[in-house]
């Protein structure tokens, strides 16, 4: 188990680590050298100088190599979400750095003014996502998975054993997490989503609720800046989502679903348009990605039914297709494709038609089964196993795709607890109020925060997942929200796709930046420049309220004096042409203005490879 409580001692030449947590072994205290980052164990508490500071920490992140060198990543603010079998599940929420170098004098201006830009990507990171760890609880692997696992499994380290597509420090853990006792203080974080609900009378029955999302690291990124596939097979966006059911404690249930972006090589670079044009990559070999991409599922979950939510028209229309024709040449017997036109099937609010994609993957439903184990005392019985997952994708693999999750597991609860006699045959979640909004309710967070982090703004449609209708309330929303996606899309999103490749290590930092080597976030440009259109955004409102106060005539004043209306109309005229002049500058200028990711290089780089 991981010390789950620390103190750091901040020397002038030494960093210590004191385990003051209940499991402290022989040697609770680790020193790491400012200079040649030597790391020594200690049974006794090492002489420090009396000017050394000290912090409460709950772990070590990792450790983050910028120009001047090394910093110490520590978690200084936590917060319980809930427990899994007794094992504590907490969110990250704040963070300590500390520097090995005692001063930066040896850094130029510019290369201090760089370095904290890096650092500060960073650490937007942590402020942009939802991390979570545990100190005995590996929340990379699912239920399935952590049940089936061998002794030796179980005799490695968190972090040794740890599912690496989900852990989001690795990078900053590699090299150090080798070194003995310095493993008791790394903690593997996951970016994603996990909410534990307490546990709920139902039919006479303790049953408690778990959702767990896991956020890949593999095309990690934002909307328009990470689409596809690359050449390996790994696509962006792809999140496993388990849900996790106890019954009186005895009865563990767990199902799986992913999702991820349709696996071929396509783009979306943002140009200021509410939806940019899809650009397939015709130089790439789409079969290959595709097949790869489905070979490592296949591995992992087995069989798999492929669920795509986009549309048949429009700028999706030629990306359905192009999928369709894929899957057509992949001919896996255990692979299936359910195309499904979500927004043409459901307008005009028809959304009873979802029943028609539920009940053509229902086969599929009922043969993958779902994991269940039931545990007396000590002694675990595995009941039965889930033997395929259903895989689901819209274009932003986002709100839709959350839709239909939403309803599988939904549909999987309610075949599990039949199977249990917590329902009558015929019994549904349906009929159980509380269950159902609780279960609404999750799968509703779940879409806002995955949608926070991949597109910048909370879920559309989620009044559906709430309340299974839609509502004026939740149109309102969606036009916010996607006003919001809009703007951080188009204007803030190069930054958070840069500092993300910062922090997985996708972009490595040279400490010879600013002088030998040019540094791409030198010369990146300014906020002021991407705030035309919000001021176009200001205008435009002003102008409207002016229009709501002037006459329709000119000599009909409604009440107004000359004077007033003739400076209304002047002004009027003005903010139209203000307007006018800047809507065709922003269209002239949109590449000047749309905030690309900077350190892989620009829009170019914004296509799949």
């Known amino acids: 188990m991981l010390s789950d409580a620390a103190v750091l001692w901040t020397g002038s030449d030494t960093l210590c680590i004191e385990d003051v947590s209940t499991t402290r072994g022989a040697t609770p205290y680790c020193t790491i050298d400012r200079v040649s980052m030597a790391i020594a164990h200690h049974a006794t508490m090492p002489?420090?100088?009396?000017?050394?500071?000290?912090?409460?920490?709950?772990?070590?992140?990792?450790?983050?190599?910028?120009?001047?060198?090394?910093?110490?990543?520590?978690?200084?603010?936590?917060?319980?979400?809930?427990?899994?079998?007794?094992?504590?599940?907490?969110?990250?929420?704040?963070?300590?750095t500390v520097q090995f170098a005692r001063n930066r004098r040896h850094l130029s201006a510019s290369q201090l003014k760089i370095e904290d830009k890096y650092l500060e990507m960073v650490l937007s990171v942590f402020d942009n996502h939802r991390f979570y760890f545990s100190y005995s609880y590996d929340l990379t692997h699912g239920l399935q998975r952590l049940h089936t696992a061998g002794e030796t499994f179980y005799q490695e380290t968190l972090y040794k054993r740890m599912d690496r597509r989900f852990c989001w420090n690795q990078h900053f853990l590699v090299g150090v997490a080798r070194n003995g006792e310095m493993g008791h203080f790394l903690l593997p974080i996951m970016a994603g989503f996990v909410e534990i609900v307490p546990a709920v009378d139902i039919n006479g029955h303790a049953v408690?609720?778990?959702?767990?999302?896991?956020?890949?690291?593999?095309?990690?990124?934002?909307?328009?800046?990470?689409?596809?596939?690359?050449?390996?097979?790994a696509v962006a966006n792809f999140v496993e989502t388990e849900q996790i059911v106890q019954v009186d404690g005895d009865f563990h249930l767990a199902y799986v679903q992913t999702r991820g972006s349709i696996p071929l090589f396509w783009s979306q670079t943002p140009t200021l348009r509410y939806k940019p044009p899809v650009v397939m990559n015709s130089s790439e070999d789409h079969e290959l990605a595709a097949r790869r991409h489905f070979t490592e599922q296949l591995r992992r979950y087995g069989k798999q039914s492929v669920i795509s939510l986009t549309n048949t028209s429009g700028h999706e229309g030629q990306l359905t297709r192009m999928f369709g024709d894929i899957m057509s040449k992949l001919q896996s017997p255990h692979l299936g494709y359910y195309p499904f036109d979500f927004h043409k099937e459901c307008s005009w609010n028809r959304w009873d038609r979802l029943s028609i994609l539920m009940k053509s993957v229902r086969q599929d439903h009922s043969v993958y089964g779902a994991f269940m184990a039931k545990r007396q005392g000590e002694v675990v019985q595995i009941e039965s196993f889930q033997q395929g997952v259903f895989r689901t994708n819209c274009i932003d693999c986002l709100d839709r795709s959350n839709v239909v999750q939403s309803m599988i597991a939904r549909e999987t609860l309610d075949l599990q607890f039949r199977q249990l006699q917590v329902f009558q045959p015929n019994e549904s979640v349906q009929e159980h109020p509380r269950l159902k909004r609780l279960l609404d309710d999750l799968w509703a967070d779940n879409a806002d925060v995955l949608s926070?982090?991949?597109?910048?703004?909370?879920?559309?449609?989620?009044?559906?997942t709430r309340t299974g209708k839609r509502t004026m309330a939740g149109r309102f929303s969606d036009f916010c929200q996607s006003a919001l996606r809009y703007y951080m899309n188009n204007l803030a999103d190069g930054y958070r796709q840069?500092?993300?490749?910062?922090?997985l290590g996708h972009y490595k930092v040279q400490n010879n930046e600013g002088v030998a080597v040019a540094s791409p976030v030198a010369d990146r440009r300014e906020s002021h420049v991407r705030l035309a259109p919000v001021l176009v955004w200001v205008v435009l409102v002003m102008l409207l309220i002016i229009m709501s106060l002037t006459p329709v005539d000119e000599s009909e004043p409604d009440g107004l004096d000359d004077s007033s209306a003739s400076h209304l109309f002047t002004i009027q005229h003005i903010l139209e042409g203000v307007c006018v002049v800047g809507a065709f500058m922003i269209y002239r200028f949109s590449d000047r203005i749309v905030d690309y990711p900077a350190l892989l290089t620009g829009p170019s780089s914004l296509a799949a490879k």
Do not use: M
């Open 47 to 96: 002489e420090l100088e009396a000017s050394a500071t000290k912090q409460q920490i709950h772990g070590i992140v990792g450790f983050l190599n910028l120009i001047s060198g090394p910093f110490l990543i520590a978690i200084t603010g936590r917060g319980a979400v809930g427990r899994i079998y007794q094992h504590t599940v907490w969110q990250l929420k704040d963070v300590h």
């Open 208 to 233: 408690e609720v778990t959702l767990i999302s896991r956020r890949a690291v593999q095309r990690a990124g934002t909307r328009f800046t990470r689409r596809g596939i690359d050449r390996g097979g």
């Open 452 to 464: 926070v982090q991949y597109g910048g703004s909370k879920a559309l449609k989620t009044d559906f």
């Open 498 to 503: 840069d500092a993300i490749d910062v922090f």
